[in-house]
Nanobody, 121 residues
Framework: QVQLVESGGGSVQAGGSLRLSCAASGSIFSINDMGWYRQGPGKQRELVAIITSGGSTNYADSVKGRFTISRDNAKNTVYLQMNSLKPEDTAVYSC???????????????WGLGTQVTVSS
């Protein structure tokens, strides 16, 4: 019932920037936490950043000071601004949203399909 679509991925040189977007649509009553995971080749999946409905944020140590997560609740969209990119940031980035579909206190974890980010030396 809920779809998440990521955009903004691509290829950049080390030191460059990208801004990822993830828009949720469908049957949405409200959204609690939203966030981003990533998985690079030969790497475990890593939780990159989380933002709560109230705007509180948390980041993985590997991206602190370089990435910024934000959201637009009116648009059901979460963003990830990525600065000072490193080759180690190369990964598929996937967004998620914890969605309430009606007034019941039931949340569903919805996922996007992912977008590729490639950082070259």
């Amino acid at each position: 019932q809920v779809q998440l679509v990521e955009s903004g991925g691509g290829s950049v040189q080390a030191g460059g920037s990208l801004r990822l977007s993830c828009a949720a649509s469908g049957s949405i009553f409200s959204i609690n936490d939203m966030g981003w995971y990533r998985q690079g080749p030969g790497k475990q999946r890593e939780l990159v950043a989380i933002i709560t409905s109230g705007g509180s944020t948390n980041y993985a140590d590997s991206v602190k000071g370089r990435f910024t997560i934000s959201r637009d609740n009116a648009k059901n969209t979460v963003y990830l601004q990525m600065n000072s990119l490193k080759p180690e940031d190369t990964a598929v980035y996937s967004c998620y949203s914890d969605v309430r579909r009606d007034a019941r206190q039931i949340y569903y974890r919805s996922w996007g399909l992912g977008t590729q980010v490639t950082v070259s030396s």
